[in-house]
């Protein structure tokens, strides 16, 4: 059955590669039919010589680089929970206000809350700062960590990217004890350790995914990101709640160091130096990606800061990162300050919107593949859509949750449904890098994701600075902003995506390449 939409060519002629033809059916012999001149051919792979996906080396790599980026948010969000436990709660009221519009909406309290853990001083504008300041390493290491990895592969890198996050995690009440300005240090430092870690994976995907299963594979990977957060949340509440807060950093600190060792044992950089790979599955990997990677050694810098296609993944990734940080850094202190939970729920409540998105992405990705190999849907289409629905639909329930009140289950339940929503992108711009340069993929995704760090720098400050009652009034405000945000970077890459490999070999690129 063919799909209507497959029939809707865009007028620069740039579809015919945007569905990977070459991995359905054979490829044309004439020289200007080629999709890209600085591309090597491929020979034709039929979808029924696909590799077996049970106990594959790919699949193998995504569950692993699952559990690494489970660690990975793990690691990265576990403050935003402790914090609330860090800060003493008699600190003055002007600098740290719970608004009392909405009726206290705690259960009684079996277990009486651990207070052991050493309490701060710590205003409001503090805690923006301390939140953020992960982000002020994070973005410095985007851009190397992509060039490094195309160069030297991403195993060692993702690999140790972790691993020092870890060790520094397990210094965090140290540097607290020390002051503001040694965890400020100290969380700017495990920023840095994060910053090679998704372009690092993103270029070890150009080597491991074939096109046609780059959703899935990858929307596995990432998805570790989301668990993390459902996990870690509650989890953190839970041992800030029975134990102390102190207690948090140490246990996800010691998971890192054991991900780290299993990663190293049981990854490698390309299916040529996998020890374990079929035979078949190493033709089939190999074959399908033949088309996909350019020859030209040097990378084109220039033609990357001219392509539009590329500026309308950064437009994406921004906005969508302004609504992702803000939640992801300010939903516990919305969830007790506002909605008045105590630490234990406000750890299990504010997971429940990532629970939501990790089942989307998982489920989107398988979607987006089933509808290019399937039904026939252009890759372009699907990027589309897909990124549509997952920045447009959050927008909508984020402002529905800022004006429902105190209305509990409303807010919980529109809060999760505009998160989840949001995984949608993990088969849309997220991983369009690899749909225009599979082989600068991991550069890319640090140009993009430079740009879409710098939400996380500020929003929680900007966001701060906007409420200082924590007024429902002054979080519609946070909320209608970073829906604003959101909308126009839908419309931006709605209109300038593109999934054409040739897109960053014009402008004189192609005249310095040859034909393999």
């Not at 430092?189 to 910053?195: H, I, N, S, T």
């Not at 339940?413 to 949001?422: D, E, K, P, Y």
């Amino acid at each position: 059955m063919k799909s209507p939409v497959s029939d809707l060519a865009p007028s620069d002629g740039e579809e015919g590669s945007d569905r990977t033809p070459l991995l359905q059916r054979a490829p044309r012999a004439e020289t200007g039919d080629l999709p890209n001149p600085g591309i090597k051919p491929a020979s034709a792979v039929s979808p029924e010589l696909a590799a077996p996906v049970c106990c594959s080396a790919r699949y193998n790599l995504a569950f692993l680089s699952f559990f690494g980026f489970f660690v990975l948010y793990s690691l990265r969000v576990n403050l935003s929970v402790a914090l609330v436990d860090m800060v003493d709660s008699n600190t003055t009221a002007k600098d740290n206000r719970t608004s009392y519009e909405c009726a206290e909406h705690s259960a009684p309290i079996k277990v009486l809350h651990n207070q052991t853990g050493k309490k701060y001083r710590w205003d409001a504008e503090t805690q923006g700062w301390i939140l953020g300041s992960f982000f002020y390493g994070y973005i410095i290491t985007q851009i190397p960590g992509g060039y490094v990895a195309s160069r030297s592969g991403g195993k060692l890198l993702l690999g140790f990217g972790i691993f020092a996050t870890a060790i520094f995690t397990l210094f965090t009440p140290l540097a607290a004890d020390f002051g503001v300005g040694a965890l400020v240090a100290l969380r700017a430092l495990e920023g840095l350790g994060e910053g090679v870690t998704y372009p690092a994976m993103h270029a070890m995907w150009s080597s491991w995914a074939p096109p046609l299963e780059r959703s899935k594979l990858l929307s596995i990977s990432y998805a570790g990101a989301q668990l993390g957060t459902v996990v870690s949340l509650p989890l953190s509440g839970v041992i800030c709640y029975y134990m102390n807060w102190t207690y948090v950093f140490y246990f996800f600190g010691i998971v890192g160091i054991i991900w780290f060792i299993l990663w190293i044992c049981l990854v490698s950089d390309t299916p040529e130096t996998h020890k374990t790979i079929t035979p078949h599955e190493k033709e089939y990997i190999l074959s399908s990606l033949k088309n996909q990677l350019s020859s030209q050694k040097s990378v084109p810098w220039i033609p990357m800061l001219k392509s539009l296609p590329l500026w309308a993944i950064v437009v994406a990734h921004f906005s969508y990162n302004w609504t992702f940080y803000t939640l992801l850094t300010l939903l516990p202190t919305y969830m007790k300050e506002v909605l008045r939970f105590n630490i234990q729920e406000n750890g299990f409540l504010s997971a429940v919107p990532y629970l939501g998105c990790w089942l989307c992405m998982i489920l989107s990705g398988q979607a987006a593949d089933n509808l290019r190999a399937r039904w026939n849907f252009s890759t372009l289409w699907v990027r589309r859509v897909f990124s549509l629905i997952g920045m447009i639909g959050p927008a909508i329930f984020l402002v529905a949750a800022g004006f429902i009140g105190c209305d509990y289950s409303l807010a919980v339940a529109f809060l999760t449904i505009s998160t989840t929503l949001g995984g949608f992108c993990s088969s849309g711009f997220s991983i369009n890098h690899l749909d225009i340069a599979p082989s600068y993929a991991g550069i890319l995704l640090g140009i993009t994701n430079t740009f879409a760090t710098i939400p996380g720098m500020i929003g929680p400050i900007i966001a701060r600075s906007l409420t200082p009652e924590n007024t429902i009034g002054e979080w519609q405000t946070v909320f209608c902003i970073a829906a604003a945000i959101n909308v126009f970077g839908a419309i931006f890459f709605t209109l300038f995506a593109k999934v054409s490999v040739n897109v960053l070999f014009r402008n004189g690129f192609a005249a310095r390449t040859q034909v393999s």
